[in-house]
Every structure is written in structure tokens, then in C-alpha cells.
T-cell receptor
Framework: DADVTQTPRNRITKTGKRIMLECSQT?????MYWYRQDPGLGLRLIYY???????NKGEISDGYSVSRQAQAKFSLSLESAIPNQTALYFC??????????????FGPGTRLTVL | GQNIDQPTEMTATEGAIVQINCTYQ??????LFWYQQHAGEAPTFLSY????GLEEKGRFSSFLSRSKGYSYLLLKELQMKDSASYLC?????????????FGGGTRVLVKP
């Protein structure tokens, strides 16, 4: 079984709809992240959480919100989806800070299309 | 702030060698990762450098020069399955904890 899972894997929605992307992990990591990936722009950080009570904005948080329901679960919401939020979304986890521990483990991704 | 640059695309022939360069500017460097990402899939770990020098792992090697803000990933004996994007990511020290900042990725196309 995969250590980091994302649901749904694919989603097509319409402008103005509320969308929630979910991420679960069995790695026991405290740190979780949400990224979006657009062609040629690499991975850009939306939000991150270092533990259940900690939520931090990344470089492109506008239009998104998150919820850390438990150590193993981190959800990303689009309150009112717009077409330029069409992208591939990845959840990732990492262990404690320091050296190789900064390695991030990625989920399989969610392809979101906003019409 | 930080800025990470790598070429957008490279093409090489099966069996050859390709070197992917990554330059970065950041305050508080604390390590550099290389990830491989096949189209539509999740990035997967390739290498980690925190000290100057070369780290070799099979057909893949990664080099770091902290004073120059420079790293490269070397892929030897290229195989068709090596066609993928390669992401350079820098750990930037921040008071609230370290985070990874990714470059735009280099798409490598291996031709027969």
C-alpha cells in the first residue's frame, strides 16, 4: 500500500464550485505539504503544516485553505474554484527537520480541471 | 529570498551521458535534493547533497559547490526509461523550520 495517498486522483469541476482534495499518510510524519504543479513552473508550495496545530501559508496560498484534521490527514480546499487553478496538485510529507530528514515523500497527485 | 535555475529541456542519445546543472541563490542554505519525475507521476528521491563534492549512486551522481551556489546531476549510460523531468530543490533555513524550494525542472528526452 502507498504511504501517501490522495483523493480524488482526477476531478473536473466548474467555476465557482467548492472543491476539497484530501491527503492521508501512514508514514507517521509530522510535516505535511500541499503543492501545485504547472508546466514549466515546477512545484509551488501552497500551504504546509509542521504538526496538527500548525498551519502556514506557502508562496501561493490565495484562493486556497487547508485543514489538518489529524497527524495523518491534511486537506486542501478551493472555496470557489476558478479556471487558473487547473493544475496537478501534490501532497507531500517529511520527518523532523534536519539534513536528509528534509526529504519529502509525495502522493500520486490529483489532476484538477476547472471549467 | 531564493532563486533556482535549471535548463528547461535537454535531449540525449541512449547510452550517452547528460549533465543537468542547477544554480541557486539563497540565504541560509541547508542542503540540496534532486528528484526524478515521470510525466503525470509523483516526484521520487534521487540524491541529497549538503557538503561540497560528488555523491555517486549507480548511474546517477550529484555534485555540489556551496561557494558557487551550483549543483549538477549526472546521468550515465542513459536508458529510455530515464526520459523524465529532473527537479532541483534547495533547503532554505527559516526560523520556523526548513522548507524545500523547487526549481522549474529539466525535462530530459532520451532518443534511441
Amino acid at each position: 500500500d502507498a504511504d501517501v495517498t490522495q483523493t480524488p486522483r482526477n476531478r473536473i469541476t466548474k467555476t465557482g464550485k467548492r472543491i476539497m482534495l484530501e491527503c492521508s499518510q501512514t508514514k507517521g510524519h509530522d510535516r505535511m505539504y500541499w503543492y501545485r504543479q504547472d508546466p514549466g513552473l515546477g512545484l509551488r508550495l501552497i500551504y504546509y503544516s509542521f504538526d496538527v496545530k500548525d498551519i502556514n501559508k506557502g508562496e501561493i496560498s490565495d484562493g486556497y485553505s487547508v485543514s489538518r484534521q489529524a497527524q495523518a490527514k491534511f486537506s486542501l480546499s478551493l472555496e470557489s474554484a476558478i479556471p487558473n487553478q487547473t493544475a496537478l496538485y501534490f501532497c507531500a510529507t517529511s520527518d523532523l527537520s534536519g539534513g536528509r530528514h528534509n526529504e519529502q515523500f509525495f502522493g500520486p497527485g490529483t489532476r484538477l480541471t476547472v471549467l | 529570498g531564493q532563486n533556482i535555475d535549471q535548463p528547461t529541456e535537454m535531449t540525449a542519445t541512449e547510452g550517452a551521458i547528460v549533465q543537468i546543472n542547477c544554480t541557486y541563490q539563497t540565504s541560509g542554505f541547508n542542503g540540496l535534493f534532486w528528484y526524478q519525475q515521470h510525466a503525470g507521476e509523483a516526484p521520487t528521491f534521487l540524491s541529497y547533497n549538503v557538503l561540497d563534492g560528488l555523491e555517486e549512486k549507480g548511474r546517477f551522481s550529484s555534485f555540489l559547490s556551496r561557494s558557487k551556489g551550483y549543483s549538477y546531476l549526472l546521468l550515465k549510460e542513459l536508458q529510455m526509461k530515464d526520459s523524465a523531468s529532473y527537479l532541483c530543490a534547495v533547503i532554505m533555513i527559516k526560523a520556523a523550520g526548513n522548507k524545500l524550494t523547487f526549481g522549474g525542472g529539466t525535462r530530459v528526452l532520451v532518443k534511441p
